[in-house]
């Protein structure tokens, strides 16, 4: 089972969503290791770009190991989206998606993110421009359902006016802003934008188990699944998504608790190899809480972790911690459903 995208070719159907402050490359690394097909890295603002912002280019830091990826790119300016898309597609990257779906105020408040859903005309714009500048990678979009109407009206629009501006698939997360993170996602209004475009669809959103992956696609006939707040601590659900997906008769794989330590310890070196010591620090207080959701006592750790930017003393609170455990049983990771 392939997932076509314009000219890319993957071989799995569960990709990985972009997600701020969380999918750089130290996840994506490990992800891939564990069977994930296609990763996005976190979006980046066109305007940042185009200036050159040194912060910016570190976000976009990647790997030959690292592919293929995607990069997204947030702006609702059509000059900007352009330029700053040639510039992604001139840094190597397989894929750009743009970004229609941030609800979060700071973003709406500049007609970026979710915004554009108001404004399909604008963002129409947007899409020409970027596709106008992009040669030969696939130019997708990920969008809301819609901003505050709940229908899926503004997201069938949207699809329809992405494919035909030359856009090669939408990825729809079946909330509005307005919900931001409450309630459940709407899998049939993902359905309605399957129904109106020919173009692939990616539906997304609550996705954390092979159930809730089947139920996605049966729902809405969508032809990928992206998974983001699923994969945080859980680089296993990729391949237990695709087995679902697949009919693969593999039973669903559990990790260890000793695996869960493992995973985690190599997070974090691979945090301090790429990122250096004291980035590694910080973004070991988000990632410790993901590897340790769902275990007994971790409070303790998760508050040890944020009094230090000593490495090595994380290191150390991790592997006290994890030895109070019996290491070989099987560990369920459970979701950790962050909001942006
Ligand atoms: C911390 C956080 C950061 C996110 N960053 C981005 C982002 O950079 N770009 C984007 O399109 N969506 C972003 N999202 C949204 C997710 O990609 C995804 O659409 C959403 O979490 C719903 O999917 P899920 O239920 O599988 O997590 C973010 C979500 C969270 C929780």
């Known amino acids: 089972m392939v997932l076509k995208i314009g000219a890319l070719s ?34 980046v603002s066109a305007q940042a770009l185009v200036r050159d ?19 997204q790119l947030l702006g609702c300016d059509p000059a900007i989206m352009g330029e700053a898309a040639a510039i992604i597609e001139d840094m190597g990257f397989d894929l750009l ?12 408040g500049n007609g970026e993110g979710s915004a554009l859903l108001k404004d399909p005309n604008k963002a129409e714009e947007v ?16 969008m809301r359902k819609g901003f505050s109407d709940p229908s899926g009206d503004e997201a069938v629009e949207l699809a ?22 409450s309630g459940s996602a ?6 309605r934008v399957k129904a109106a475009v020919s173009i692939p669809v990616i539906g997304n959103g609550d996705v954390v188990d092979s159930e809730g992956a089947l139920r996605l696609k049966s729902v809405s006939g969508c032809d990928g699944i992206m998974i983001g707040r699923a994969g945080l601590g859980n680089p296993w659900v990729y391949r237990n998504l695709h087995n ?18 493992d995973t985690l310890l190599r997070h974090l070196d ?23 959701a769902g275990l007994p006592h971790n409070k303790n750790l998760r508050v040890g972790v944020c009094r230090t930017t000593d490495v090595r003393a994380i290191r150390a609170m991790i592997e006290e911690y994890f030895n109070q455990l019996p290491s070989d049983v099987p560990a369920p990771c459970a979701p950790v459903l962050l909001s942006e």
């Open 53 to 71: 912002n040194r912060k910016t280019r570190k976000l976009l830091l990647s790997s030959p190991q690292d592919k293929p990826l995607g990069a």
């Open 244 to 261: 679902a997906m697949t009919g693969a008769s593999e039973p669903e794989y559990v990790p260890t608790v000793a695996e869960r330590r």
């Open 160 to 181: 329809r006016r992405a494919e035909s501006s030359g856009l090669s698939a939408v990825t729809v997360h079946g909330r509005t802003q307005a919900q931001m993170y």
């Open 127 to 142: 899409f020409r421009a970027v596709r106008n500048a992009v040669k030969k990678i696939p130019v997708t979009v990920k």
């Open 97 to 108: 998606d743009l970004n229609l779906g941030c609800p979060v105020r700071k973003v709406t």
């Open 186 to 191: 709407d899998y049939e209004a993902i359905g």
């Open 270 to 292: 691979l945090e301090v190899e790429l990122l250096g010591e004291r980035q590694a620090a910080l973004n070991l207080r988000r990632i410790v809480v993901w590897y340790t």
């Open 10 to 43: 993957l071989p799995s159907t569960i990709i990985q969503s972009p997600m701020a402050a969380c999918t750089d490359l130290p996840f994506r690394l490990i992800a891939r290791e564990k069977g994930l097909a296609f990763s996005f890295l976190e979006m």
